[in-house]
């Protein structure tokens, strides 16, 4: 997930990844934080314009997600984590 | 926002004609908003800007796009000759790939434009920028559902630009060639410095145009300056703006090619004279400009004589029955002679086309027959423009210079061209067909003349297979430069000139 600096919402953007995936792919995930401030490469190389911005590497295709996920089913359906079907039962 | 009116320098750009325009150049470290609708040269502006800061003033540069991709802009600006695959390998050219791509975009709530800024940071940084490049902001408007949002972005990405100290352009797209600077309220943002582009129709024509709509705390020249994108070049601007800078007049005098005419001139015209020619089809515009080229090859200068009217091979054979011999001058080295039609080109590129000529050939004489024929393919502030940049350019590389031009009318003074161009030019040499008793005879007579004597009388002239020959003055009657001709009832009115003529 890249974000730009500790700023309220890197912060919130983070523990809401978290929560999804907590509640969706526990134990099953790793989350690397990029703070573009700091690694603005990385940035240039996937090519990151907005932030946050999550880059779902696992499993391929690869998927991209930009916001602060506030709207956790909606962003646990874009990250491909949720069965559109299912209904949402944790951690909204 | 406001900047203090002192303490703002400007930063040149190098793009042919702007900084002409713009006093000095782009107000340096700050950004410059350049909109246009699509199509009018904003990619072309903001490529050379960098383009001309790297291979003229040793300035890097960072482009950050948003609508092409770098092979795109690679590829398409090959054809100025700019060569951004060697600036990129050296280290002095980098580009912010932000354009859109095949991946699949979703936006789950509040994003800002972080990742971005630190991406164009860290290029500024790695190649040391002194300018920066944004093009295109519209694209990625279209990108983020929230345009209030992206505008706000925007507007702290600005000023990340100005805490970086770079010299920016920032393209913005309009969807109108007269009406608000842009689209998406992004002037809210960017309002110091607005460029306008413009790529108009008047009349059937197009033309393309430059304005500095606002430098805040720079001065600037206003209007619309025609300009022309010119393959291998860039954009050139016409530089109608220096027609006033005048650095000093000159004093020595050449011969227009005709002795008696000289004569009536006061000792032929200034050596940087703009001379006009105007009159109606057949009165001889031609044979004067033939004859004013010929003279400066005939006493060793080089000379060059353009025709937008006829080709080549007819001015050549109309110049043998008038007896100059041309294809010798031109053997000699001494002489070009070129037909060109107007449709060939657009005007700006025929200006473009000619300033080359000049520059390469470098002619001290320039006769260029006939100016009337380009309201083909212009309008008359275009054709206005071209002249006086033409007349501007000649006269500052002290280069003698004839124009002709057709009155609309066989009788009478009425012209288009006439009338806006006379005021630019030094001399105005007005041939007319006049009616005396039930026949037609010719007249000549010089308008004004710069600094300078000359007889103001009008006098009849005829052509034979020599040229022009000028005559009597056409004592007793009124009413010449009318077409039609009177006796004067009343003696009343003075001769004009108190110079003795016959």
Redesign the interface.
């Known amino acids: 997930m890249?974000?730009?600096?500790t700023a309220l919402?890197s912060a919130v953007?983070v523990g809401?990844l978290r929560a999804i995936c907590e509640a969706l792919v526990r134990g099953a995930y790793e989350i690397d934080v990029v703070d573009?401030?700091k690694q603005?490469?990385l940035?240039?190389q996937d090519?990151?314009?907005?932030?946050?911005?999550v880059l779902r590497l696992a499993p391929e295709p690869?998927?991209?997600?930009?916001?602060?996920?506030?709207?956790r089913r909606?962003?646990a359906l874009?990250l491909e984590l949720a069965d559109p079907e299912a209904p949402y039962e944790r951690g909204a | 926002m406001s900047f203090p009116t002192e303490g703002v320098h400007q930063s040149p750009t190098g793009i042919g004609g702007f900084d002409e325009v713009a006093l000095g150049g782009l107000p340096a470290g700050r950004p410059t908003l350049v909109t246009g609708t699509t199509g009018s040269g904003k990619t072309v502006f903001a490529v050379e800007f960098l383009a001309r800061g790297i291979s003229e003033f040793g300035e890097a540069g960072v482009f950050v796009d948003f609508e092409e991709t770098p092979t795109g802009i690679r590829e398409n600006m090959a054809s100025f000759g700019f060569e951004i695959a060697a600036w990129e390998a050296e280290g002095r050219w980098a580009f912010v790939d932000a354009s859109p791509d095949a991946r699949e975009q979703v936006v789950v709530g509040a994003f800002d434009l972080g990742a971005l800024v630190a991406r164009i940071a860290q290029a500024v940084r790695t190649v040391d920028a002194k300018r920066v490049v944004l093009d295109s902001l519209a694209t990625i408007f279209a990108r983020f559902p929230d345009p209030g949002l992206v505008r706000f972005e925007l507007a702290r990405l600005v000023i990340a630009l100005k805490e970086l100290g770079v010299t920016a352009v920032i393209t913005a797209e309009r969807d109108q060639e007269y009406g608000s600077i842009a689209g998406f309220g992004v002037e809210q943002f960017v309002a110091d410095n607005v460029v306008i582009l413009r790529n108009v129709v008047e009349r059937g024509n197009r033309r393309r145009t430059l304005e500095i709509l606002k430098f805040r705390g720079v001065p600037h020249r206003i209007g619309e300056f025609s300009f022309a994108i010119v393959p291998g070049e860039g954009i050139s601007l016409l530089p109608i703006a220096l027609i006033a800078e005048r650095e000093h007049a000159s004093l020595e005098r050449v011969s227009v090619g005709n002795a008696e005419l000289d004569r009536m001139l006061g000792e032929g015209v200034h050596r940087d004279a703009v001379v006009f020619v105007s009159g109606p089809t057949g009165t001889g515009k031609t044979l004067l400009a033939t004859t004013f080229a010929a003279a400066g090859a005939s006493v060793g200068q080089r000379s060059l004589l353009l025709s937008f009217e006829e080709s080549r091979e007819q001015m050549l054979r109309g110049a043998q029955s008038w007896g100059f011999d041309l294809e010798a001058m031109e053997g000699a080295g001494l002489l070009r002679v070129l037909g060109t039609y107007p449709e060939e080109a657009s005007l700006e590129n025929h200006f473009v086309t000619l300033r080359k000529l000049i520059d390469e050939f470098k002619p001290e004489r320039v006769a260029i027959d006939n100016l009337s024929a380009l309201q083909r393919v212009s309008t008359p502030r275009g054709l206005r423009d071209f002249i006086v940049g033409i007349a501007s350019y000649l006269r500052r590389s002290e280069i003698s210079s004839m124009f002709t031009s057709t009155t609309a009318t066989l009788l009478g003074p009425d012209s288009v061209t006439e009338a806006h161009v006379s005021t630019l030019t030094d001399v105005v040499i007005l041939l007319r067909y006049v009616e005396v008793a039930a026949a037609v005879r010719r007249a000549v007579c010089v308008l004004k003349i710069r600094a300078s004597a000359h007889d103001t009388r009008i006098h009849e002239f005829t052509i034979d297979g020599e040229g022009m020959h000028v005559g009597p003055v056409f004592d007793g009657m009124g009413g010449i430069l009318s077409g039609s001709v009177s006796p004067w009832s009343i003696a009343a009115e003075p001769s004009s000139s108190s110079r003795a003529g016959q």
């Not at chain 1, 890249?2 to 600096?5: K, L, P």
């Not at chain 1, 090519?47 to 911005?53: D, E, I, W």
């Open positions: 890249y974000v730009t600096g919402r953007a809401n573009v401030r603005p490469e940035a240039e090519r990151v314009v907005a932030t946050p911005t690869p998927r991209w997600v930009i916001g602060d996920l506030s709207d909606l962003a874009a």
